[in-house]
């Protein structure tokens, strides 16, 4: 019945249409309605609002343009009909005539109408000898998306962007107009305004291994998260939660806000980045238990199989490990295993009796012996496991090898014993409480430092920026990093604090309109 009824309503509009007189606009109305029709019935729906409108103030005002007053964004557009002698006849949509000073009006275009937008070039500051230079874009971000295209798709490594919050405070404009919080439309608005861009920025990253980095608050968090989904089918989402204001930001009859959310997409084999300690004080590798710990893993289970239930061989006299037998069958008992004479045969035996399996088989166990990443540790004599046994998991010693970890010495036993001179690089939590990311000391603050009497609205902290970025390209020294919405420029200082820690060649492009001014 449902299929019916809208089978009906395709059909009745389809009469409609046929009844409009004029072919342009019948065409119109039929791919928006085509556009209806193919939407999702489940997922996010939003009002597709006419696009924005923008303005082109170093486009020449003539015949054909359609202008505002340079001081009155939203007045509606009217048509110029005549240019001469630096005055312009500018026609309203009633048809109402009034001659202008051409220096009073500035031309703009709606997304529906063709721009062919280019980059001419403003001047530069020379300082990094041969390496890339860094890139800023003045212009509005869509046009400039648009311009990118043609010079960078598929080449971004890593989009970094901090849109408009839509908090209702008119801290963004649509068509113009600023949208507060009596805007009816303000969700969709925004959703429209995102979207358009969204699919632009997809075409920009390396699809085969970059990153989406996209801050927000609560008002759109819910939306932003489906509009990413919708966007980037399939590619690997989380969110982050990062306290930037550990004061709380008081608000009428409301929970005081200290956070704000961090979605990071991960496209094709992008692997993620260990965050820098926050301790940077030495602190030792991690051993951890040899013997498995999940029941999943316990002896006779399709987890590990035969392979990981064997005996070590530890020589009670020096605690040091010096063999091991073979893996036993499922069927046979631990105690009829073969003994060595002065040695316990150590199996992974849980306290309550349990038969676990070990982590590793034989043959890599053994390597690890050989290379002092596996020890004896604990001695239990009246526990079923005699001697608890240590490993370093492929984490550490991929630290130690890469020089990240140092080792100082070596136990009696051979077993490595190796440390980090500047504290422990940990993979990210989904979670962030850092000292270094309060957005009014290491934003606000930092930037009036560095331009006083000036204020920028809601900056990023410095720090907190330099991390997300480390997170997705600190191991790509080359990294392209994109971000459309640079207000502050702290995307840029991130980039160039980032090269000056490892000698990186990474690019910065960063699109701004000045909306805070020159």
Known sequence: MEDARQNDMASELDVFLDKVEDPALRADLRRQVDLLRSRRRFGLVFEEHLPERVQLPEHAVRRGTRVVLRDHEDDEPRDVAKVAHGKATVLSGDGESETLPVAD????????????????????????GDKPAHVV???ENYHVLEALQFTHAGKIDCIYIDPPYNTGARDWKYGNDYVDSDDRYRHSKWLAFMERRLHLAKHLLNPDDSALIVTIDEKEYLRLGLLLEQVFPGVRAQMVSSIINPAGTGRQNEFSRTNEYIFFLQLGRLVIQ????TDTSEVPVEWEPFRRRDLESKRGTSKGGRSQFYPIYVDRSSAS?????????????RQTAPTRDGCASVFPVREDGTEMNWALTREEFERRVAKGYARVGRHQPKGPQEYVISYLRTGPIGDIESGRAVVVGRRADGSVIAR?????RRMPLTQWD???HDAQRYGTTLLQSFIPGRRFPFPKSLYAVEDVLRIAVGHKPDAVIL????????????VGRLNRQDGGRRQCL?????????
């Not at 260990?274 to 300690?277: E, S, T, W, Y």
């Not at 490990?321 to 008992?333: A, F, K, N, W």
């Not at 971000?483 to 991130?494: M, V």
């Not at 960063?510 to 020159?518: C, F, H, K």
């Open 274 to 277: 260990p965050m820098l300690p």
């Open 434 to 436: 850092l000292p270094s």
């Open 105 to 128: 009006l500035v031309v703009v275009a709606d997304f529906g109408e063709p721009i062919y937008p280019g980059l001419r070039r403003l001047g530069s500051i020379d300082s990094g």
């Open 420 to 424: 980090y001179p500047e504290g422990k």
């Open 510 to 518: 960063l699109v701004t309109n000045n909306e805070v001014s020159e």
């Open 483 to 494: 971000d459309y919405f640079g207000g502050s420029w702290t995307t840029a200082h991130a």
């Open 137 to 139: 874009i003045k212009g």
């Open 321 to 333: 490990i010096v063999g091991t037998g073979e893996p036993l069958p499922h069927d046979q008992d």
